[in-house]
């Protein structure tokens, strides 16, 4: 009888090898985390002030089946207990998705086992069911080194875009910034932690768009950030850091919640979730927390830090849900460096 | 004693299985196609002809360069994670040794694979036969096609070049070789995936997790940081 029901339970295998970070972590019946193994590279890209493409790819190959290995002994399973294998298959840097999907690709047939390709924002929402049991209709504020989005949800494994970023995503804008103060690499948490320091007291502007659109532009806002310090040095005028993260960091995060606030009124929603990697923003969190724990009926959902960054276990809880929609990915599964989510919602 | 083997190190696609002695599957394709879509697939159908389960493997053989850096991660991700999850040893053979492997087995004299580098460059390393076993005489190493026909005309042995990038080189190799450079014939230019799996039957296992390709070259971004940091110390 205790062995029909642990038939029962649903463990899916999760990698994301996207960006910088070799990930493999296993989910339980979509919500339990058993195993959640991240190998960063970030010391490795930090002297060239970016992740380098081909060093990544270069260290995906060196980490992978270490990480796999970990990830199987932390949750203390078999293959034969494997539901599904659930990998990222876009958008990110092609090579380095290649070896996490071919990774994928051999585990699912050397042990006949179902593969399912996730959606890497998909991934990015999904961490939030490890925190709490999602209900729609829900929005999620996407923020990352790569995108910024408001991803409108009816039910599970459907995705709505309603807004993106025109230009530089936020966590971009973040980096530019803060080579801009000579900051050091990755230099969102930096300006997070200079905004703290500082007032803000620099007029910066705030890009709203068209009325009612829920797109962003943050590249106009980077401009007059690096503006604003060429101008100081030709007066030979000091410029407080302190000050000018905070004001950046204010300007950035009047849009997000402003845009966010427009959206769960018009949408009417139950849930508000932050995903990606500029959730662990403490500006922006105590923000969101200020204007929304409040709200009667609408939960606010933030994820830990761990899992507001590139992690597999957010890949698995994805590919629960898609698994469970019975979306199922061929052995010809390729790499989509430029995928869309909407990929989710045909099927 | 089962083997798979697979080599996706550039634009020729390559899986074969070996039972024993014998070779009871080879697939080969050289088509500009993507081989991540289709190594897996590849194997798949292999194996289902051939009857062979993943279970039933014994060990797998890897071409782990040089080549296409994205070409050989493809082919060494998929050989590093079967040899890990089945349990079974991991062999990594060069890709130019596996051309010299057939062709180089009934000449008479040296053998160099090559694999165009662009500007000029070229891989290769310098094979033969000695009493039945495959010797290396050059490691697989970068450099001008130019410089290696200068280097090879100082030996006194016929040279047998082998490889689709042939054409692009050839010219200097008969201003240079004259009568002493043989061109293998277009049948010889693919490298056959059945020599890599027989290379790689007899070597000794690598150690799965540390098994990397054989980049030859560093990284471009990494090489530059070397050198601007070895200025700074100067
Ligand atoms: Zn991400």
Redesign the pocket.
């Given at each position: 009888m205790g062995e029909f029901m642990n038939k029962k339970d649903q463990w899916i295998m999760g990698i994301e090898t996207?960006?910088d970070e070799t990930a493999v972590a296993i989910i339980k019946n979509g919500r339990e985390m058993a195993a959640n193994v991240v190998a960063s590279q970030i010391e490795s890209h930090k002297r060239f002030g970016g992740v380098v493409p081909e060093i990544a790819s270069r260290h995906h190959v060196e980490q992978i089946t270490i990480v796999l290995e970990e990830a199987l002994n932390q949750a203390g399973i078999t293959y034969s207990d494997l539901s599904a294998i659930a990998v990222t298959e876009g958008p990110g840097l092609v090579g380095a998705l290649l070896i996490g999907v071919n990774a994928a690709k051999a585990i699912a047939f050397a042990h006949g086992i179902p593969l399912v390709g996730v959606h890497?924002i998909a991934g990015?929402i999904y961490a939030n069911r490890l925190v709490a049991e999602m209900k729609f209709p829900l929005l999620s504020l996407v923020v990352?080194g790569?995108h910024t989005e408001l991803v409108y949800m009816e039910e599970h494994g459907h995705f709505e875009v309603i807004g993106e970023t025109r230009d530089d995503a936020a966590g971009e804008a973040y980096d530019k910034v803060a080579r801009t103060l000579s900051l050091p690499y990755p230099g969102g948490p930096h300006i997070d932690r200079l905004a703290h320091e500082g007032e803000p007291s620099i007029n910066l502007p705030r890009a709203w768009l068209e009325e009612g659109s829920y797109d962003f532009s943050f590249s106009g806002l980077k401009s007059a950030v690096i503006n604003t310090v060429h101008n100081a040095e030709q007066r030979g005028e000091k410029i407080v850091p302190e000050d000018l993260a905070a004001s950046f960091q204010q300007s950035v995060i009047d849009v997000l919640v402003t845009k966010t606030g427009r959206a769960m009124d018009e949408y009417k929603v139950k849930q508000l979730l932050l995903a990606?990697?500029v959730a662990a923003n403490k500006g922006l969190r105590a923000a969101l927390e200020d204007k929304f724990a409040n709200n009667p009926g609408i939960e606010l959902i933030i994820p830990p830090l761990s899992l507001c960054t590139?992690n597999a276990a957010m890949i698995a809880a994805a590919g629960s849900i898609l698994f469970e929609k019975g979306i199922h990915s061929g052995l010809d599964l390729n790499a989509n460096p430029g995928l869309d989510i909407a990929i989710h919602n045909d099927k | 004693m089962k083997v798979l083997s697979i080599d996706t190190s550039n634009y020729p696609l390559g899986v074969a299985l070996l039972e024993g002695d014998k070779v009871i599957g080879e697939y080969i394709t050289n088509v500009k196609k993507n081989h991540s879509v289709r190594v897996m697939p590849a194997i798949e159908m292999l194996m289902k002809d051939c009857d062979v389960k993943p279970a039933d493997l014994d060990k797998i053989v890897v071409a782990k360069g040089p080549g296409s850096y994205t070409g050989v991660r493809i082919g060494v991700t998929i050989a590093k994670t079967l040899a890990w999850t089945l349990n079974i040893p991991l062999a990594g053979v060069s890709s130019l040794e596996i051309f010299a492997a057939s062709a180089g087995r009934y000449f008479d004299g040296v053998v160099s694979p090559l694999f165009d580098a662009r500007r000029g460059q070229i891989y290769t390393g310098l094979y033969r036969y000695k009493e039945g076993q495959l010797v290396t005489l050059v490691k697989d190493q970068l450099l001008l096609s130019k410089d290696w026909a200068d280097q090879l005309s100082e030996q006194n042995e016929n040279v047998l070049f082998i490889g689709n990038d042939l054409p692009l080189h050839q010219d200097i190799f008969e201003e240079t070789l004259k009568d002493q450079a043989v061109y293998a014939a277009p049948t010889e230019h693919n490298p056959r995936p059945a020599e890599l799996a027989l290379l790689g039957r007899d070597r000794e296992g690598e150690e799965v997790h540390s098994f990397v390709p054989n980049y030859i070259r560093l990284a471009e971004a990494e090489a530059n940081w070397i050198e601007a940091n070895k200025e700074k110390k100067l």
């Open positions: 996207s960006c890497h990015h990352s790569g990606g990697g590139d | -």
